[in-house]
């Protein structure tokens, strides 16, 4: 009867040590992700600060921890984003929340909520206003301004709303495509409409696959919606001073300043190169 409780203890010891939970640290090292995502999704599990997680390399995490992170782990090496598997993304500062149906927002597009914020208009109008990432930054930095914010996208707006009410943001949201349902006139016009040629092979896998195509693409060149933006516009009685459109940097700068030059012939024409001095957004000065 000893022989056999013992050979029972053993066994047991032996199942313990078979199932001992892995610690953070052994986590992160054993993980097949860059080390700043693993970092990122269990600070996310855990709802560790980043000197929380750095203080306890030898938690042990659980069961369930460990597979929500091997479920993030397999989103991400599918080529999903971080923010897209997170639901949020930091812009100019700001948390914004972020779904299927909305473009992530990119660091390039700081440089074009900068501009804004240089100027410091009034009013403006963000046209295709997507996760409200712009409209909601320049309200948040200049509360004076009146802003109205449009996309053809429903779901888009809900979104926008959403981030609007979390931020504490007040702004007008119109369902629009481009200008057809907006009112009023604005001192500054601004877009980030989509600019990637529809065939283009650079764009990765996972955000052809993750991000929505009509947030992404607009023709065989890029430029289809932001040409018939322009179009629009110049067919207004009463302009804008300013326009501020992102674009896809060298390919597209020469075609869209032709078009621009064509529409707007008395016109200043500027580019603003990004972060990596690739021109990055066009401005034109009425």
Known sequence: MR???????????????????????EIIAGSKLDRLDAELFLREILNFSPTQLFANPELEIGENELAKFGEFEKLRLAGKSVAAILGRREFFGLDFFVDENVLIPRPETEILVAEILRIAPRNLLDVGTGS????ITVK???????ICASDISRNALVVARKNAENLGAKIEFVESDLLAGV???FEIIVANLPYIPKNSAEIESGVREFEPACALFSGADGLDLIRELLGEIANLSKKPKIILLEFGGAEQKTPLANFAREKFPDSKIEFLPDFAGIDRVLKLKM
Do not use: D, Q, V, Y
Request: overall charge positive; glycine content about 6%; proline content about 5%.
């Open 3 to 25: 022989s056999s409780a013992k050979t029972t203890a053993r066994r047991r010891r032996a199942k313990n040590t078979t199932n001992k939970l892995p610690k953070i640290s």
């Open 132 to 135: 409200g990432a712009i409209a």
């Open 140 to 146: 948040k930095n200049l509360p004076k301004c009146e």
């Open 183 to 185: 009112a009023g006139n």
